[in-house]
């Protein structure tokens, strides 16, 4: 027993953990852009992967921080030249993640923070999946959902039932994420979702345990 004892002492443990990705994906309209904003303002160590669009730049959005804004042509160059770590079409129009910008954080231990669909949350998932978490955004009503939409001005009503229709889509594939969070009362929402990061980052899943000896004097 004694010897046991005297080997046990030696050990040292030490924990390698690299960057985790949490991808938050909602219905559009649902809040997710200010849950994202918020969440990053609280955690300035997590990245946001700023991803690349063929779609127009909305007046209120900045090239580099909100979205890349790049032609339908130079989107699917860079398909070719495997570039992306996801990508999707999505009314229309095609957006993506760098992979680039993803791995070079994740493997310096910082987390990342995707703004992403159903369809490129599902390829990141299946790509790296002891490294992503999935948490999809709800409203609380269909309806609270259509008053946003309208509220916000900037599409008209055929893109407004297009973005309904991809949310109805989307449905199908909310079973696929680890978390779903209702967007009922803004700050509350934050928590949650701020709750799971947290607990994440403790997760046997994403850290790997070294065990070396000390050399006893």
């Not at 730049?57 to 339908?72: A, L, M, Q, V, W």
């Not at 609380?140 to 991809?166: A, M, S, V, W, Y």
Request: hydrophobic content about 35%; proline content about 3%.
């Amino acid at each position: 027993m004694t010897d046991i004892i005297k080997f046990f002492e030696t050990f040292e443990f030490n924990i390698s953990k690299k960057g985790h990705i949490f991808v938050i994906s909602g219905f559009s309209g649902v809040g997710k852009g200010t849950i994202i904003n918020k969440i990053l303002q609280a955690n300035p160590n997590i990245y946001f992967s700023v991803s690349y669009t063929t779609r127009p730049k909305r007046p209120n959005e900045i090239e580099g921080k909100d979205y890349f804004f790049i032609s339908k042509e130079e989107f699917k160059e860079k398909i070719l030249n495997n570039e992306f770590l996801e990508w999707a079409i999505v009314n229309d129009e095609f957006y993506g993640t760098s992979k680039t910008q993803v791995l070079q954080r994740i493997e310096n231990q910082i987390d990342v923070i995707l703004d992403i669909d159903v369809k490129g949350a599902i390829q990141v998932k299946s790509k790296l999946p002891n490294l992503t978490t999935l948490i999809y955004v709800i409203p609380p009503t269909g309806l609270e959902l259509l008053n946003r939409l309208k509220k916000r001005q900037t599409e008209t009503e055929e893109q407004i039932l297009k973005r309904i229709t991809t949310s109805l889509t989307e449905i199908n594939y909310i079973n696929a994420y680890d978390y779903i969070v209702i967007n009922d009362n803004l700050d509350e929402c934050i928590k949650q979702v701020q709750m799971i990061i947290d607990t994440q980052k403790f997760s046997s899943k994403v850290s790997t345990l070294y065990i070396s000896k000390k050399i006893m004097n």
